[in-house]
């Protein structure tokens, strides 16, 4: 049990450090939510709901919402009525949003060359499959 503890414990803390790391770095204006929001639609593809999209990222839709209505007003997003129930709404990222995506992960580069310069980098790419693997069992039982 106290490793279990441990782990996410750690895991905690390098979110909260990363994360603030990652937002400094990024280009004024881009907060760590709007880039998540850019790179998950870039992932998954397009015409995600409002709804889906907080439940992907585990948020509020009002807080979804706000960040949306930001990224919209940046050009990085379309929000469209959805073709067949025009009471919902679609998001896509625009080709602006993919420029600002990859300007942000341009802007996070050194960063990461940094820390692959002073980590181990084999042993950090170790654990990838076991943080995966935590992930994929955590998301099968949220909600």
Partial sequence: MEAAFGFFNEIGIIAQLSGMALENAMPEGMTLAQFSVLNHLSRMGEGWTPQRIAQAM?????????????????????????????????????????????????????????????LDIKNIARTVPVLAAVRAWLDARRN
Wanted: hydrophobic share 40%; net charge negative.
């Fill in 58 to 118: 585990q948020v509020t839709k009002g807080a979804m919402t706000g960040t949306l209505k930001h990224l919209e007003g940046k050009e990085l997003v379309v929000i469209v009525p959805d073709e067949s129930d025009g009471r919902v709404k679609r998001v896509s990222i625009s080709p602006e949003g993919r420029a600002m995506r990859e300007a942000c992960i341009a802007a996070v580069a050194p960063l990461m060359q940094e820390m692959m310069q002073d």
